[in-house]
T-cell receptor, first 112, second 112 residues
Framework: KNEVEQSPQNLTAQEGEFITINCSYS?????LHWLQQHPGGGIVSLFMLSSGKKKHGRLIATINIQEKHSSLHITASHPRDSAVYIC??????????????FGKGTKLSVKP | EAQVTQNPRYLITVTGKKLTVTCSQN?????MSWYRQDPGLGLRQIYY???????DKGDVPEGYKVSRKEKRNFPLILESPSPNQTSLYFCASSFRGGAGYTFGSGTRLTVV
């Protein structure tokens, strides 16, 4: 079983729709990250969370530590949001936060 | 401009011929790490470094070496590359382990 699970694997939406991508993890973590990988391959860090909720423009990320679950929401989706969204967690053991474990990603396609 | 620079962007090499992929950051970040990305497997951590002269194995360190002699550079060394190391490689850095990451543009390596 993967330590970080994302759903859905693939998502197609119409422009303007509200989108939710989910991430569940089974290990103790010190932080959770949401990353965006563009069609050209570049990776951008969107959010780092250890508790609560963060918002940046049309993107909102939440985390529930007790339930070991995080969600990434995109409001008023646009074709330029089309990308692969990746959840990653820093493991929390031995005092090291260097280990990073990734989900397999959610491929989002937003149609005009 | 704050960035992580990887070189080369593309590399085709033959089995057994030693190679080095360079990674350099200009943000005075303490933490640097290497990942490989493969279809169906997603991103996986190879090695990471919490600071100068401190390196640790990630999930898939076999066949790779790293060194961190100075803060800005974190080269990835393949002493005897094999075809199963054909992959897309990313370097990343952050202020500290567990903080937000800045990724390099990636190196697409093919070993024939």
């Amino acid at each position: 079983k993967n330590e970080v699970e994302q759903s859905p694997q693939n998502l197609t939406a119409q422009e303007g729709e509200f989108i939710t991508i989910n991430c569940s993890y089974s290990v103790g973590i010190s932080a959770l990250h949401w990353l965006q990988q563009h069609p050209g391959g570049g990776i951008v860090s969107l959010f780092m969370l250890s508790s609560g909720k963060k918002k940046h423009g049309r993107l909102i990320a939440t985390i529930n530590i007790q339930e070991k679950h995080s969600s990434l929401h995109i409001t008023a989706s646009h074709p330029r949001d089309s990308a692969v969204y990746i959840c990653a967690v820093n493991l929390n053991y031995g005092g090291s936060q260097g280990n990073l474990i990734f989900g397999k990603g959610t491929k989002l396609s937003v149609k005009p | 401009e704050a960035q992580v620079t990887q070189n080369p962007r593309y590399l085709i090499t033959v089995t057994g011929k030693k190679l080095t992929v360079t990674c350099s950051q200009n943000m005075n970040h303490e933490y640097m790490s290497w990942y490989r990305q493969d279809p169906g497997l997603g991103l996986r951590q190879i090695y990471y470094s919490m600071n100068v002269e401190v390196t640790d194995k990630g999930d898939v360190p076999e066949g790779y070496k790293v060194s961190r002699k100075e803060k800005r550079n974190f080269p990835l060394i393949l002493e005897s590359p094999s075809p199963n190391q054909t992959s897309l490689y990313f370097c990343a850095s952050s202020f500290r382990g567990g903080a937000g990451y800045t990724f390099g543009s990636g190196t697409r390596l093919t070993v024939v």
